[in-house]
């Protein structure tokens, strides 16, 4: 957001130096421009969450590496002063405007997570990481409602992902399907509205590919790749709802969502990982195949021209699962129909339209790649 | 009330909060140690290999794989039961160490355990395969695998592990949870858990 602001002001110069907006005009759109903008990400806090990460790690590998030296009480004790010093502590700072405030609460949240894996250790308690990891992150995601606090919305977010990510690699342990984390999602989606993290929403919003992954795995595990397929084409299907909600009703979208601008990049995502989970269903069956590949293709040129001339993010996601879905094509059919030599003859021709296309695309839209690259 | 004052009182009371929890954690677990029923169990090397990682030993329990024939209501297909709470009844027997003699998987046993029983609770990984008696045996998780060392000492226990038999001193709380009290080499205690 932080060059958004930087881009129109430079913007404004330009357009004051040509004539075509007065100076007293161009001076109240730059203070216009820099009181609205949000309050951007300083390099301060992103270096101040940086170092308290590394002082909550620090203490914790210390206290794990001496546990003969200092008696456990000790330990459990320093520990709980630390929770309770962060978290007033940075209420505190918030109160002068400094930027560290947000930097020790996160402190508060790696020492509430750091006294939980202490207390494994203590009692030899073992298979309990995920479950650690859970309650690590509802004991964060409390704080962040607490304490107003945008950095503990995102740790919990990344947090809940974690467990997710845990939950599901952990075949032997695993209790079915955790279906909880849609509950722990949508929880944190609204603490996000209290905490104005607008992050934890768009992390949040591409998790959903990532559930909806892990949750056809699930069936793939016991042989049923009919399942796989369908939960693709329910997350390809939902993918294109909400892109053409968010295209057509932008106004009302944003209002509920508040993600800064519709954000249909995320749904182009989930389209496309829809889609490809379809054509590993069907990749033997060519008429299917064929089928959920043009469906592919029109569904990423059908962004493309709907959002591409937005948003740069947009067209490079457009450009990249393009050509993945081309080459995905070619894999498929080379068993069965072209042999090596035809293979390379027609990537290299293929590669050829791409690029034809990218620039026919480029040359309508007025960018030069360069800018579109740096953008 | 100011803003202020408001935002310090809530970080005391998050702080609190989570302080509380893990003391509520530290309670149960020093519960178990100071009232649960004590038993000894057979540890047997996981893989004389890869005993040791990081500074834990991992533990292998007698009682870690219960005979299918034990269980009241075994599960028809083992693979769709990972997870399911599994109650595992033991018996102290003439060498000090308690094993297994019957079995319920998701409701606790019905009967009453015996003076010299105790009922420990796990729960089912999902996994079946024959023993050395060729009968089919269900693995159970109990939760307590893992024995935190300083760092540096595992290698002598894991050496010593594999030549003779080690055990763990556990202690029992009323509804099954199983919590180690201390490691035993033979009949020296290597390990002693306080409570806190």
């Known amino acids: ?375 | 009330m100011t803003a202020s004052r408001r935002r310090l009182l809530l970080a005391a009371m998050v702080a609190l909060l989570q302080i509380g929890f893990l003391g509520w954690m530290i309670m149960g677990r020093a519960a178990i140690l100071r009232d649960g029923r004590e038993v000894l169990l057979k540890v047997e090397p996981v893989d004389p290999r890869d005993l040791l990682r990081g500074d834990y030993v991992r533990l292998g329990y007698e009682i870690g794989s219960v005979p299918r024939s034990l269980f009241a209501n075994p599960p028809a297909d083992i693979s769709k039961a990972a997870g399911q709470p599994a109650f595992v009844r033991i018996a102290k027997q003439s060498d000090g160490f308690w094993r297994a003699i019957g079995a319920t998987v998701g409701e606790p046993i019905a009967t009453p355990a015996a003076p010299d029983q105790v009922d420990i609770r796990g729960s089912l990984t999902g996994y079946e395969a024959p023993g050395p008696d060729a009968a089919m045996r269900l693995f159970v998780d109990y939760g307590i695998d893992r024995f935190y060392l300083p760092e540096g000492e595992g290698l002598a226990i894991e050496k010593d592990m594999v030549v003779r038999p080690f055990g763990i001193l556990a202690a029992i709380a009323g509804d099954g949870t199983a919590q180690i009290k201390g490691l035993m080499d033979g009949e020296t205690m290597l390990y002693a858990e306080p409570p806190y």
């Not at chain 1, 595990?221 to 397929?229: E, I, L, V």
């Not at chain 1, 293929?350 to 790649?369: K, N, Q, S, Y």
């Open chain 1, 1 to 375: 957001m932080a060059n958004y602001a930087e881009k129109v002001r430079l913007d404004i110069e330009r357009w004051v130096a040509s004539g075509l907006v007065d100076r007293a005009t161009g001076d109240r759109l730059a203070i216009e421009i820099v009181k609205t903008a949000p309050r951007a990400f300083t390099f301060g806090s992103v270096l101040a969450a940086m170092a308290a990460i590394l002082l909550g790690a620090s203490v914790l590998v210390f206290i794990a590496a001496n546990w003969e030296a200092i008696p456990r009480i000790v330990r459990v004790l320093a520990l709980f002063a630390l929770i309770f010093g962060s978290y007033v502590g940075g209420a505190l700072l918030k109160e002068r405007g400094s930027g560290f405030g947000e930097a020790l609460y996160l402190l508060g949240a790696v020492a509430f997570g750091g006294s939980i894996a202490l207390i494994g250790q203590m009692y030899h308690l073992s298979g309990d990481e995920t479950e650690a990891i859970l309650v690590w992150c509802i004991g964060t995601a409390v704080a962040a409602a607490g304490l107003r606090s945008p950095m503990l919305t995102n740790a919990a977010v990344l947090l809940a992902i974690t467990w997710l990510l845990m939950r599901t690699g952990d075949w032997g342990r695993s209790a079915g399907f955790p279906y909880f984390y849609l509950v722990l999602a949508a929880a944190l989606w609204a603490i996000s509205y209290w905490t104005r993290s607008m992050a934890a929403r768009h992390i949040l919003l591409l998790s959903i590919s990532l559930y909806a992954v892990l949750f056809g795995f699930s069936f793939v595990f016991s042989d049923d790749f009919a399942t796989f397929g369908v939960v693709g084409a329910a997350l390809a299907i939902l993918a294109t709802i909400v892109f053409f909600a968010a295209h057509n009703f932008p106004e009302d979208v944003e209002r509920y969502a508040q993600l800064g601008g519709p954000a249909p990049a995320h749904s182009l995502i989930a389209f496309v990982v829809g889609i490809a989970m379809v054509q590993v269903k069907v990749y033997d069956q060519f008429g299917l195949m064929l089928l959920a590949t043009l469906v592919a293709f029109a569904g990423i040129v059908t962004a493309l021209l709907l959002r591409g001339r937005q948003s740069a993010l947009m067209r490079w996601i457009a450009y990249a699962a393009f050509t993945v879905e081309l080459a995905f094509l070619y894999f498929v059919t080379l068993g069965a129909l072209i042999d090596t030599a035809a293979l390379f003859l027609f990537s290299g021709l293929a590669l050829a339209g791409v690029a034809f296309f990218i620039m026919r695309l480029e040359r309508r839209f007025g960018t030069r790649p360069v800018e579109g690259a740096a953008s």
